[in-house]
Each structure stands twice: as structure tokens, then as C-alpha cells.
């Protein structure tokens, strides 16, 4: 099965991709981790464990949390605030993600697309795809505030898929044995 795994907004947040990956490329699986161009030392990681990547933006992470002028949103007092901004930030990354990730899907024709809680791109490009979606969640998941603040950003791919919301994983695993018998079981 060909599998796209779509990387969070850290280094942090993909390793645990890049486990499941190299889980699923010892069970003999086809797996291709898409991100920012520059994941960081993620990228030196996915190599180590023969993952390939694929950039699909230039942009980074960072960049989402800067105002068009380069100055960073300044961060709220208020804890809910706080996560607010950073849902609008991280839809705003999975936004630029989404420029670039249906086409690697059109491309590579995926059967399943997995990613982490803060990888808000990976389950549009899934519905994008018509494939299932699976959740790691090794990391921990993103608040309600965040979902739905990251959702509010991502209006326009949404209707483009004629979704209201973002769609829930199909299934989630916290562990690369996990994820492998995941996709044991979607066939």
C-alpha cells in the first residue's frame, strides 16, 4: 500500500511519523513523508530511516506565526487566546501545505494518509484523495480551540471539498505497531 504521511509543525511532531513510516516500509509498504521544505533536523531523521520526503511548500512553520510585515503575532496573556492563535497559525501553514499536497497525492495515488493531531492538512488531503485518514497520536492531540480555530482558517479548502468541518481520523494508532496493524485492517 502506498502510504502519505503528512508532518506536523515541529521536528517534534513528525518523528513519531517517521517511526510509523519505518514501520510500514518493513512491512513492505511505500511511504513518502510530505512537509515543509525545510523540516528541520526531521529531515536527517526521515533519511536515516530511508523515509522519503517531498516538500510541498516552502514555507515553514515559523512563518505562519508572522504578521505580512515579518513581526510575530504578539501572544496573548489569556491561555485561550493563546491556543486560538495558534489554531489560525497552524491553518494557516496547513493552507500553504495544501498548495502543494493534492497534486503529490493526484501523483503518487496514495491508500491511506496518516499524520499527526497538528498536521490540519493531512485529513483534507485524505478527503482530497478519497482515502482514509489515520491519526498518530504519539503526540499529543491539539485542544478544541486550536481544531476549530485551524478549521476557521481553513474555510476555503474546506468548502473546496465540500466539507464544514475537518473530517475525524478513520482511525488513529499510538504507536508504529499500532499503525502497521492499522493498516492491516484497512486492507
Not at 521544505?37 to 511548500?57: I, N, Q, R, S, Y
Not at 491556543?83 to 497559525?89: Q, T
Request: overall charge negative.
Amino acid at each position: 500500500m502506498r502510504i502519505l504521511f503528512v508532518a506536523g509543525d515541529t521536528p517534534e511532531a513528525v518523528l513519531p511519523l517517521i517511526a510509523a513510516a519505518r514501520a510500514a516500509l518493513v512491512a513492505g509498504h511505500e511511504v513518502v513523508l510530505a512537509g515543509a521544505a525545510d523540516l528541520g533536523g526531521a529531515a536527517e531523521a526521515a533519511a536515516g530511516a530511508g523515509v522519503a520526503t517531498a516538500a510541498v511548500t516552502a514555507r515553514t512553520p515559523a512563518e505562519a506565526f508572522v504578521d505580512t510585515g515579518g513581526n510575530p503575532f504578539p501572544v496573548p496573556q489569556d491561555p485561550h487566546e493563546r491556543r486560538v492563535l495558534r489554531g489560525r497559525c497552524l491553518g494557516r501553514f496547513a493552507a500553504w501545505c495544501l498548495e502543494g499536497l493534492p497534486g503529490l497525492a493526484d501523483r503518487r495515488r496514495p491508500g491511506v494518509v496518516a499524520g499527526v493531531p497538528s498536521a490540519f492538512a493531512g485529513p483534507l488531503v485524505a478527503a482530497h484523495a478519497k482515502v482514509p485518514y489515520v491519526q498518530i497520536t504519539a503526540a499529543p492531540g491539539e485542544p478544541l480551540a486550536v481544531a476549530l480555530a485551524a478549521a476557521a482558517e481553513l474555510t476555503p479548502q474546506l468548502e473546496g471539498l465540500g466539507l464544514y468541518a475537518l473530517p475525524r481520523p478513520d482511525l488513529s494508532a499510538d504507536t508504529p505497531e499500532a499503525f502497521v496493524a492499522a493498516l492491516a485492517r484497512l486492507g
